[in-house]
């Protein structure tokens, strides 16, 4: 048996074809056409799929299903409110692509979706509960319980990056609200806490000597133990270590996974973040192991044909 | 078709007879055995079962299963780790269950199960996803996602009277952190910050002349606008309101539910914790209304039942 995993980018949609097993058969990728309000993208969806099952000579009743993972929110219907990337607005995106290939589909929001794929074949391979956060640009995230997809009611579940955490912050953040997790523990954040502590103090930093800072330069001075680099990281490890020790109470999981651009920073920021989780969690949860994400920018095609099986 | 839902407490054990539409045909108590290590107590329940199906003359086969909730952890396979208050320690209490009565058992932890009774029958009614908050001696709380209970990974799905949301607290919680919620927004939390209100200042207030403070009487001197406990009690709200803007960020629920002894306040209180979760909530959940529980005592069986449907 086969499944197809899609994970729909505002640049490229990214296609898997899949033993139902989690063996990766193929892997390829289409462009994103945003042309008409995006009303392309699904056929396009549907047609490469088709292209695939023809090639492969598959028979259509082998195939379990497609899941496909959208940049916005996605309730349990796989009902899409909106999709700005995407130009949508709402779309019953399962129910559209079912009737498009003929087959069995569902949807979820990519950040829900990729961790969906890592509790699969990621880094908690074979968790049935998991928080995954994602540090990119912003921070994203996705919660996996009893091995699905909370998707909320508007398809908000996992919306980590927006939980409220400092109630004393001032600047805003670009929900409109002030004192999110993404304002300290993105890429974004992490500059931003580096070039607040530069300014309010002329201790020496390697940072001084940086021209124009990126959270990659915080997180080397952070490694190589420059001071000013090491305060600032501490304080997005107790702001985003306190946090996960929150999300662990409502949702208990088996692993906490760590993923984006930022987690490339590895088992510094892994021990970091530990730390200060362990100081905040409850009790039954304070061992809960926090890893970094593996599958890479995979973990869409493996969540999204997860979804179906 | 019939089902069963029994509550087990520290002193009696609740049990419902419901149709599975919903109805409840009748409710009855037991006492709660804790002799042996608690060894009595599923024996218990299964007799009380055998008995009722044998008086109104019900064919076994016409009963869809029977679901308990239980005052300690419950994870996933019905399986509890420790139950303190029934002298319970390692217990595949559903697998007992089941074989004890030869129906479909199902476990969960009593807070969750009373969180499904809420959605399902109560204050809550026909909602998938939902986050029930018990404002008792302590706080104690349930997460419906996708029509499903958060049992998580040792059964601590829920706990968020837990969630560590106050880092410069200085005063311990029962758990050993210190700053969780259930130390502001229980009952005992309510006192404290009472007692602390009154030391710290010598502020007029009704509660000066209240011999033994309860929490009852800084609601009611809240309500009656008495200002050091309009104060205290939007420190609670404070507190309250934002711990619900981040679980709203991680479960999007549909509806919030306010249980316990503490929200007989009524109104007054959902006013209170509705002005500081606007401020704090993901803008997708601001909007999620704020609602007293309504099925009282009996959540927990209506929930229990639920669980085998």
Known sequence: MYCFGIDV?????????FQTDGTLVEKWEIPTRKENKGEYILPDVAETIQNKISEKGIDKAEVAGVGVGIPGPINAQGEAACAVNLYWGFRPVAKE??????LTAKAGNDANVAALGEAWKGAA???QNVIMVTLGTGVGGGII???RIVAGAHGAGGEIGHANICHEETAACNCGNSGCLEQYASATGI????????AESSEDSVLRNTESIEAKDVLDAFKSGDALAVRVMDEVGEKLGGALGIFAAVVDPDAIVIGGGVSKAGQPLINLIEKHYKKYAFSLCKDTPIVIASLGNDAGIYGAAKMVL
């Open 9 to 17: 980018g505002g640049t490229t949609v990214k296609c898997g074809l």
């Open 125 to 127: 391979a074979g968790s």
């Open 145 to 147: 319980s009893d091995g």
């Open 191 to 198: 500059v931003r806490l580096a070039k607040k502590a530069l």
């Open 97 to 102: 692509l079912s009737e498009l290939t003929g």
